[in-house]
């Protein structure tokens, strides 16, 4: 479930929750992810950027909490994980003329074009916050031919117009390193999409069940007609 927000003067937010159910459910103990991501915007509108994100994982009656907060005033990132009663707090500083996402904002400028013209056989990579080394998000638009293998395998081909491939080099999804595969249509909106390799779920697969009309930023429209 996805959900992207008008929250007025220029910020929006986006809520994003994933589950398990059923027998997989029932193993993890109806583990779920959940993201909050509070956004807000630059260049008379034409960027997002990250204000705060929040990422939770709830297994049972276990949580961990990890919350980032952007001060670009201070050019500071504090972040905040609790677990197991106990938080811990530090402080990065943002280098001048840098900009960092989080997944979940890189997930709308990608669709927004904010990176350059989705095309067959680009690749862009972003900068997230650096905890521990490089921590970047590289989205890799699939070549025309490999585009059409990969549709020759699926079962639905309808609206499967680019295939891209995420990988995160940050912890995600209780691991150090992500990899989604994400079909989207012509208006880049996504048709279904695969979290590969979680642990004790293996690869996730979700598709669109519902698309309407959300209250996105007015210079920032989904592209058409691509």
């Known amino acids: ?4 927000r008008n929250l007025g003067n220029d910020k929006y937010m986006v809520f994003h929750e994933g589950k398990a159910d059923g027998l997989v459910g029932w193993l993890t103990r109806y583990r779920r992810e959940v993201y909050r991501s ?3 915007t630059i260049n008379n509108g034409q960027r997002l950027i990250p204000l705060r994100f929040e990422e939770n994982s709830i297994i049972g009656e276990w949580f961990r909490k990890k919350t980032t907060v952007y001060d670009y005033a201070a050019r500071k990132v504090s972040i905040e994980i609790e677990k197991e009663g106990e938080k811990n707090r530090e402080e990065l500083e943002i280098p001048p003329g840098i900009l960092y996402d989080d997944p979940v904002t890189a997930f709308y400028n990608f669709r927004f074009g904010v990176y350059g013209k989705v095309e067959p056989g680009k690749e862009f990579i972003l900068r997230t916050l650096p905890r ?9 638009v699939a070549s025309k ?23 995160l080099n940050r912890e995600m999804w209780g691991r150090k390193k992500g990899e989604l595969e994400i079909w989207f249509n012509r208006e880049l909106v996504p048709i ?35």
Do not use: C
Not at 148 to 165: N, Q
Not at 194 to 214: A, P, S
């Open 132 to 140: 521990k080394g490089e921590e970047t998000i590289r989205w890799r």
């Open 38 to 40: 509070t956004m807000g």
């Open 1 to 4: 479930m996805a959900n992207f």
């Open 145 to 167: 031919e490999e585009t059409e293998i990969k549709r020759a395998e699926e079962t639905d081909k309808s609206g499967k117009d680019y295939f891209v491939r995420i990988l």
């Open 192 to 226: 279904s999409g695969v979290v590969k390799d979680i642990r004790f779920f293996g690869d996730v697969k979700g598709k669109l069940t519902y698309h309407g009309l959300m209250n996105f930023p007015e210079r920032l429209a989904p592209p058409s007609g691509k």
